[in-house]
Every structure is written in C-alpha cells, then in structure tokens.
C-alpha cells in the first residue's frame, strides 16, 4: 500500500509536469508563431510594395497603360494582377493581426493556464498526502487493535489453561478425600484442603471470565477497525483518487480547448489554404474527453492505482471466534452504540449531501470563470467578418478587468478546494460509520438468536452480584479536589487517584462512543455530589451511576485536574513548553518535549501518561464522538496548562491547545515507557470492576467490606475483645497511608479480623488500623484459628506464615522449635506488661480472655482476593528484614 500511495503521488505529479510542458510547449509555439506571421506580414507588405512600384513596366508610359489605370476592367489579366497585390497587401494585414493576437491574449493565457495546473496540481497533492496519511493512521489504528487483541487473547487462553490446572487439582482432592473421609483424625485439615481448592477453583474462573470479557472486547474492537479499514480503503481507491484526479483536471481541458479554438479561428480568418489543417484541428478539439483521458491513465498505471487486497480476520493463538459476538454483559454496551452510529450517520449523511450540493454548484461557477476568460476572443473571431477590427481587442488586455476576475477565479478555486476537502472527509467517515454500523447490526441480530438459548437469569444474577459489590472508602490525610496530587500520592499509596482512575474507567466502558465527551457540561447537582464522594474516600461510580451521568463524570474529571494547587504543569515550565511547539511537528518537537516533562517528579508523569493515554485512545472514535485530539486538546489545554497571571491567555491559547494536542496524539513518544517509569498503564480494554479485581487505589478501602471505617489516632474500645488474637511482629513496618499501622519487631499486636488474604484489622498501642499479614507470627492452626492437636510448651503451638501461593499448606515447625517461639512470645508478653504496669506475666497462669486465641468471625476471610501489592512493598519478608539474627518464619 504504502509504495502504491507513493506511486499515485508520483503518477499526479507527472501528469501535473506533463501538462506544465505541454502548456510551456504551446506557448512557445504561439510566440514562435507570431514571430513568423510578423516576419510574413513584413515580407509580404514588401513585396507588394515592391511590384506595386514595378506597375509601369507593364507598357511603360503607354496610351494602353494609362487606359488601363483608368479602367482596369478592360484587361483581365491586369486586373488579375492588381487583385493579386490587394490580396497581398490584405493577407499582410491579417498577418499582423494574427502576430499580435498570438503574441498577445493567447500566449499570455497559456501562462495563466500553467499557473493554474501548477496550483491546482500542488493543492491536490498535498490533500492526497493528507487523504494517504489518514488512511495509514487507520491502517496504523488497525495493527494497534490487533496486537491488543492478541495480547488479550494469550491472557484469556493462560486463565483457562490455570482454570483447567485448578479444576483438574480439585478433581484430584475430591477423589483423595473420598478414601480418607473415614480417617476422623485429617477430616479438619482434608476440609480445609477441599475449601481452599474451592475458592481457588472460584477465583481462576472469575478470572477467567474477566479475561475472556476483555478478550471479547478487543476481538470485537478489532473487527470493527478491520470492517472500518477495509472501507477506508475501498472509499479512498475507488472514490477519493478519481475526485483527486478530477480536482487536477479541472479547467484544464476546457481552458486548453478554448484557446486552441480561438487559434483555429484566427487561422481560418487568414489562411483559407490550411482548412483542412485547422478541421482536423478542430476534431481533436472536440475530442476533449476527460473522463475518457482518465481512464486512460487508470488503465495505464492500474498497478497504482487497483484496489488492494481486503484486509483478512487474523485469529491469534487458536481463537476461531471471526466475528463480532453480541454477549449478555456486552449488549447493554453495544445496542446504545449502534444507536449512537445510527444518529451520526443519518446526520453526517444530510451533512455531506449538502456539502455536495456546494460542490457541484462551486465547480459550475469555476467552469464558468474558466471559459469567461477565453471566450471574449473565441467569440470576436467568430462574430467579425474581418481580423481588422480585432486589433483593439488584442492590444488592449485590460478592457475587461481580466485582473479582477483572475482574482475571482482564485478565490473560487480556492473554496472549491476546500469544499473537496470537507466532501472526501464526510464520504470517507459515512463510509467507516456504515460498515460499524452493518457489522454491529449484523452482530445484534445473531446475539438475539444466540441470546434466546442462553438462560437470562444467569446473566441477572451476575448483575446483581456485581451491583452489591460493596463501596469501599477511606479517609485522606491529604484534600483531593484542589489539594496538592504529589502529596495525596505520597499519603494515599494510589499510583493513580481513584478519582482519575475511576472517571477513566467508567467512560472506557461507557463512554467512549458517546458524542461530545469532555465538551458537554455535566449536571451540576451531580457533579457536586461525585466531588463530595470522592473526597470522603468513596468511590460512586462503583454500580452508583448509569451512562445518563457521562457528562458529569467527565466534568468531574476536569473539575480535578483544574483545581489542582499546584497545577500539573508547574509555571516555571510553561515558557519552554510553549516554546516547544514552534519545533517542526515531527519526532523533534515530540522529543523536546519528553526531556521538558522529565523534569517533573515521577507520580506526576505517572498519572499524566495514564491521562493522555486515554485521550489518545478516546481520539481514535472521533468518527463516533467527533472528538478529534485537537476537540479534545481545547477541552484538556486550559484545564492542564493555565496561562500563568501577568500573560494574555487569548494570545497563548491556541499554542497551549497545540501542545495539549502533541501530548494526546504521541503519549508513547512524549512519556517514558513502564521499563523506566514503573506505574499503572492504561489499559484499551476494560473490564467492568469486580470483587476480586480491585486496583492498587483500592487496596486500603478494600479492605475492609460493608464493615465501619477505620480512622488513624481513633483510640481502640476495651471493651469489644471476644474474638480478639495477639501476635508477636517479625518484621518492623512503616505504614504507608493513615489507615496502615506503624509497629517494630517484637511488638505485641492485636488482631480482630481478617480483611484480606494480605491484611487484618487490629490494633497496637491503643490506635486501630490495617496489619500486614506477612509481617507477624501467628498462633498455629487453621483459620479460622483453632488450637493444634499437638500442642507446644505452653499448650499453642505457633509458626510464622511466609508468602506462599494458595496451593501450599502452612509447613509446622518441630517442637523444638515450637518451644523456643512460645518462650520467646511470652517473654515479650510480660515485657508489654511491664510497661503497662501490670506486672510481667506468669508462664502457667493463662493469659486474660482476648489473649486466648478464638476463631474469628466466619466469612471474614477470602473476602477480598487479587489485592496489588503498591510499589515499595517487599515481596517478601526478608526483603524489608534487616540484617542479623532474626525470627525466621517457616
């Protein structure tokens, strides 16, 4: 394509140089001409001059002479001669009059001629560059949408693939539990093996299903840029180019034939000898056929100019899905989207069909103005009896303002353009919005048969899990909404705010089609009570909101980043950044521009490269929601890069949108890659968010479900302890957000619940927050907590829990072992005693009611699963450990 695209350019241009030389050529010609006809005229004036001189040779002085002046009728072959000399001398004339017009009007008409084709030629060829660009960004487009599906795809195919190891390991507990469930010893721990294998079986398919859901989506999203590609193509080969050929060709033909028409007259003014010339002439004139010269050019370089191959479905590791699927959690998505596609081709249909009408009656006008400027002489030579009276006409260029009304011409040629332009764009977005809307069309029509086997109520009862998933909050150290986004960083532990985080999701999935995202003002009222949410920690676009409250999201999406204090863009780089737009558009300014965004701190170019990520990939539905990157880049420019005071903001806003606009259309060129700037990527395709798929900016909030939250520095109850467990800290920690608990190693702390695979809910020194569950060592047994068969010293047995995947079973120390760390925890016991002023505490007395080990509630475990681990975490404990001797869990 791109050598075929490189051709087509090639072959305008020639066929532009081609009628540049030949229009240089018949200029020539005409004042080549002239040249002759004055040198014919003069010669032929002189040779009538001089036999005229001659006359009285013939007789002399003679009686018979001087009769025959006085009547030349009486001799005929005198006669014949003196109507010889008069022919002459009239031939003469219409000699000189035939240079002059030659030399004249028709040379200089050629000239204006190829300056016209040169024009043209150039504006052509720069709207086909364009027209070529575009569809290579499409092609461009539809390689990016494949690679994502495959990826989605491998990740799809390896949660099946550990959906099917899982089935199969549980398949294998349920046939070794059926021998031993008559052993009454392991019943506890074979249970426990059972319910594990369980859950595990129900997280890999859930994720499996958000895989599969994702897969779905960039499968469909692919096949429509493949349906929309194909289109493009077949519009821009088929259609485009034949207009652009049209567009060189236009006057052309009719200015050329006008001025070899008025040749052809002046010729047969003066040269009756050369009618059968200037007939033949006449013939090829009047075989100026540009539709059939256009053809001819097809047909001659059909290698350039044929349609190439569709573009085919790739199937990527084994998928045999190769067309679009309509699936329940995806209908409520893609009906409203049809229907979007449907509106905007009705209007973009009654757009373009105007817009043709102004085209045809621009390119009437400029045939008109084309054929005015020669037919003033066509039309003398046609209507005088004599090439005499045209010599005023031919010295006199300005008789009719031909200034003024080649100034008209240009303007018409210049709207006719661009009226072109407006014409090729709006057939070649209907072209793209029909074959979306036929295949979705299509799609929906399978779905409801598909949809008629498949039972509804599953699909219901998926939503209405999805709708109770809980609402998590938390409490902020740091204000959001015109707060400090560094800072709230830093205290929170969310990479990327949940407010940015959440806004983006929810138009992702319900909002990237819709017209006039981000330029439409949302409801107040509702933008006001998201704002307030948010900044109480909550999230309400978790099953709260419906795509009615598009509008308001994205207002309150730039609400945030506008009343940010800071701003993203410090001031200080304002100046160079502007500056940074008068580059060249190309890698140079793109580069210029990553090393000025260097200098900002990393959670900021984090959060700045999950933002213009997203803008790009909105952009590319501009043909859906007609938000283009510069729309988009006049709704973000003033939002992200406030004119600093003391400087004309009307002045400087159109280079703030054209930096705006470099950051959406090139992010991965302006943005470091995830290898040097690790951090959350925006993903094209997202799933809907549930229980088990929490991100990183939900890891605190998560934590605890439907329970009440827990503030920092809020004094625990004394007298809430049943349930409660102590435990002895591995590892010091440093909590990371105010919910996050502080402690040493050897601290005594508190437990109360489990809020996640990775959490617990407890407490130390009086304060209650969020515990580490990799940082401390347990009592021994199962959880909940029950106590061992074997008991240790003291009648526990304890252990520490390392990372492990779900499969492993806690590995028990011996009892040596168990001794030493029971010794080991009641001495620290009664060291916290002391402090407290209770006094150390006895190895046989037991400890008061909370510091026996209980179970705790049921169905607080296995809430929460898949939690991120933020950046700066260990993985383990002995990453954080220091060196030395140490309790080593096992």
């Not at 001659?300 to 085919?312: E, S």
């Not at 998590?472 to 990327?496: A, C, H, R, T």
Request: glycine fraction near 8%; include cysteine.
């Amino acid at each position: 394509m791109r050598w075929q695209l490189s051709e087509q350019l090639r072959c305008l241009e020639l066929q532009g140089d081609i009628r540049r030389e030949l229009l240089q050529e018949l200029a020539e010609f005409m004042r080549r001409r002239a040249e002759v006809e004055q040198e014919y005229s003069r010669g032929l004036e002189k040779l009538a001059e001089r036999f005229s001189s001659r006359g009285g040779r013939l007789g002399g002085g003679s009686r018979e002479h001087q009769s025959f002046r006085k009547e030349p009728s009486l001799l005929s072959p005198l006669h014949c001669w003196a109507v010889l000399l008069q022919q002459t001398r009239q031939q003469s004339r219409e000699s000189a009059v035939l240079s002059e017009v030659l030399a004249g009007p028709l040379a200089q008409r050629l000239s204006h001629i190829a300056e016209d084709v040169g024009r043209l030629v150039r504006k052509s060829k720069d709207l086909e560059q364009q027209l070529q660009e575009e569809l290579l960004v499409v092609v461009s487009e539809l390689q990016t949408a494949r690679k994502t599906y495959q990826v989605y795809r491998t990740e799809s195919v390896n949660a099946e693939t550990k959906l099917r190891e899982a089935e199969r390991q549980e398949e294998k507990r349920a046939g070794r539990s059926a021998p031993a469930a008559a052993a009454p010893d392991a019943g506890p721990l074979r249970k426990g093996s059972i319910k594990k294998g369980g859950r595990l079986v129900e997280k890999r398919q859930a994720k499996f299903l958000e895989h599969k859901l994702k897969c779905t989506k960039a499968r469909n999203e692919y096949l429509l840029s493949l349906a929309s590609v194909n289109a493009a193509v077949s519009n821009y080969y088929l259609r485009d180019v034949l207009d652009l050929m049209d567009c060189c060709d236009t006057g052309f033909h009719l200015a050329v034939g006008q001025v070899l028409r008025s040749y052809a007259a002046a010729e047969s003014r003066t040269q009756a000898s050369q009618m059968q010339g200037l007939g033949s002439l006449e013939e090829a004139v009047e075989a100026l056929d540009p539709p059939g010269d256009k053809a001819k050019v097809l047909e001659l370089h059909a290698a350039a100019f044929c349609p190439p191959q569709r573009f085919d479905y790739q199937p990527h590791d084994g998928d045999e899905v190769a067309e679009l699927q309509v699936e329940l959690e995806l209908r409520d998505e893609i009906l409203p989207r049809a229907q979007n596609i449907q509106s905007r081709l009705d209007r973009q249909t009654i757009e373009t069909e105007e817009v043709n009408k102004t085209l045809k009656a621009t390119v009437q006008a400029l045939l008109e103005l084309v054929a005015s400027d020669d037919g003033e002489v066509l039309d003398a030579f046609q209507a005088s009896p004599s090439t005499e009276s045209l010599k005023s006409t031919g010295s006199d260029p300005g008789a009719r303002q031909p200034g003024r009304r080649r100034g008209q011409h240009q303007d018409t040629e210049t709207f006719y353009i661009t009226k072109l332009q407006e014409y090729l764009s709006g057939r070649s977005i209907l072209a793209k919005l029909q074959a979306k809307h036929t295949s979705l069309q299509e799609a929906i029509q399978r779905g409801d048969k598909e949809n008629c086997e498949v039972s509804r109520a599953q699909y219901t009862q998926r939503r209405l899990q999805r709708s109770r998933q809980p609402r998590p909050s938390s409490q902020y150290n740091q204000k959001l909404f015109g707060g400090d986004m560094e800072k709230f960083i830093q205290s929170s532990g969310q990479p990327v705010p949940l407010v940015v985080e959440s806004c983006i999701r929810f138009i992702n999935l319900h909002g990237l089609q819709h017209e006039g995202i981000f330029r439409v003002s949302g409801a107040q009222l509702r933008v006001s009570e998201m704002r307030d949410a948010f900044e109480r920690g909550e999230d309400p676009l978790v099953g709260g909101c419906s795509a009615h409250d598009l509008d308001s999201v994205a207002g309150v999406l730039k609400l945030y980043f506008r009343s940010l204090e800071p701003p993203l863009f410090p001031p200080d780089l304002f100046a160079e950044l502007l500056a940074s737009t008068e580059l060249e558009a190309g890698p140079e300014r793109a580069e210029q521009v990553s090393r000025l965004l260097a200098r900002l701190p990393g959670p900021v170019l984090v959060v700045l490269r999950y933002l213009f990520t997203f803008l790009n990939h909105l952009a590319q539905y501009s043909d859906e929601n007609m938000m283009d990157p510069y729309n988009l880049a006049v709704c973000f420019g003033p939002t992200l890069l406030p004119v600093p005071a003391g400087q004309d903001p009307v002045a400087l806003q159109g280079r703030v949108n054209q930096l705006a606009q470099v950051l959406i259309v090139q992010p991965a060129q302006v943005f470091p890659p995830p290898a040097q700037l690790p951090g959350p990527i925006y993903e094209k395709c997202m799933a809907p968010p549930a229980d088990d798929c929490l991100g990183d900016a939900q890891l605190e909030s998560a934590a605890g479900d439907n329970e009440p939250e827990l503030e920092a520095g809020v004094p625990a109850q004394e007298d809430d302890l049943d349930g409660v467990v102590e435990a002895v800290a591995c590892f010091s920690y440093t909590g990371r957000t105010a919910q996050e608990l502080t402690f040493q190693r050897g601290d005594v702390l508190r437990l109360h619940a489990r809020a996640s695979d990775d959490w617990w809910r407890g407490e130390h020194a009086g304060t209650r927050g969020l515990i580490p569950h990799k940082y401390i060592t347990l009592p021994a047994g199962p959880e909940p907590w029950t106590p061992l068969e074997t008991p240790g010293a003291s009648g526990l047995r304890w252990h520490g829990l390392v990372p492990a995947s779900p499969e492993r079973h806690p590995v028990e120390v011996d009892k040596a072992v168990a001794q030493t760390m029971d010794s080991v925890f009641k001495e620290l016991l009664g060291k916290t005693a002391g402090r407290q002023g209770l006094g150390p505490a006895s190895p046989s007395s037991p400890s008061p009611g909370p510091r026996s080990p209980q179970p705790l509630a049921p169905g607080r475990h296995g809430r929460h699963k898949g939690f991120f681990r933020s950046p700066g975490s260990p993985a383990s404990p002995s990453a954080a450990r220091p060196p030395g001797p140490d309790l080593k869990p096992h």
